[in-house]
């Protein structure tokens, strides 16, 4: 069963295009992760799957009915990007609040043990951290025990703690038989959460398929040298930058191109592998061949 579905959906602010004939399938148990750099297209897709906005054209529903209508919206929890939080009101009774609106609420106390603020029940929203807020607001996406959850960069500005601990939040409900839409810059935390990755880049589904798949594509590293005379032409290189007196290569086969690098007659020093970030993965890539050919 399809729980959420988006059908060649365009949308635009004025002239920029956020989507471009999107489409995708969110099926029932599924844990799908949306991935894609800055300005990709996540939040508004998110937006237009949880009703917040309307498509320009194309067509989108939530649990087979309209993400507009308050009974579809009971299956529903969503964290959006950013949240506002009533500062007077006490952890504990935003959960009550929020949870009165459901037939059938997760306790406030379990569901404040589950994303680990069990201590911060009595603390007044104000007096909360970033950090707590946003563990918060994604506790509160959970409250209504709903059948599909979509979170927009759940774990941006968290530590590495509770990074970890809401992982394992959101995995247990998915255990549990609960169906998420997860939106992130980070492949490690698509990684660690999803079976299938959809990526977004410019407003378009650039790929759509198993995590192994993508990391294939997008888990672009750099190899780095200090070395005279012209870069040199190696296999697996899908970009060349040549900076402060350093050649880089981008490649998603990094051991391939060192080996190679060695075999050659290359006389490199200083030679450097590390991780590039999506936004380098993404410019590479696309600049080389379209991903949706490549996948
Ligand atoms: N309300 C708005 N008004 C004008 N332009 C917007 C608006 N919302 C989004 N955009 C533009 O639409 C494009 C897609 O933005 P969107 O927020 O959906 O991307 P994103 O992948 O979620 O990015 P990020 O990871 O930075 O949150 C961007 O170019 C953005 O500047």
Wanted: hydrophobic share 45%; charged share 20%; with cysteine.
């Amino acid at each position: 069963m399809i729980l959420a579905e988006a059908i060649e959906v365009t949308r635009s602010y004025g002239d920029v295009v956020a989507l471009d004939r999107v489409s995708l399938q969110v099926t029932r148990g599924e844990l799908v992760g949306l991935l894609g750099p800055n300005g990709a297209g996540k939040s508004t897709l998110a937006n237009l799957l949880t009703g917040v906005r309307r498509p320009d054209s194309g067509k989108v529903t939530l649990c087979g009915g309209d993400p507009r209508s308050p009974s579809i919206r009971q299956a529903l929890g969503v964290t959006p990007q950013e949240t506002g939080l009533p500062a007077t009101l006490r952890v504990g009774e935003v959960v009550d609040f929020v949870g009165a609106h459901y037939p059938s609420p997760v306790p406030r106390g379990e569901l404040l043990d589950q994303f680990g603020l069990a201590d911060l029940a009595r603390r007044q929203t104000g007096g909360l951290s970033g950090g707590q807020k946003r563990r918060l607001a994604i506790a509160l996406a959970f409250v209504g025990r709903p059948r599909i959850v979509v979170l927009d960069e759940p774990t941006t500005g968290l530590d590495v703690q509770s990074r970890r601990a809401l992982w394992d939040a959101i995995k247990a409900y998915h255990a549990g038989g609960g169906t998420v839409l997860l939106s992130s810059h980070y492949l490690e935390e698509i990684e660690a959460l999803a079976d299938r990755v959809v990526v977004l880049g410019h407003g378009r589904v650039l790929a759509d398929d198993t995590v192994a798949a993508v990391r294939g594509l997008v888990g672009v590293r750099r190899v780095s040298f200090a070395h005279d005379g012209e870069p040199p032409s190696l296999p697996g290189v899908v970009a060349v930058e040549v900076r402060d007196g350093r050649t880089h290569l981008l490649t998603p086969d990094s051991d391939q191109l060192v080996r190679a690098l060695v075999a050659s007659s290359v006389d490199f020093r200083e030679l450097e592998v590390a991780a590039t970030s999506l936004e380098e993965a993404f410019l590479a890539i696309t600049a080389a061949t379209p991903l949706a050919t490549a996948a």
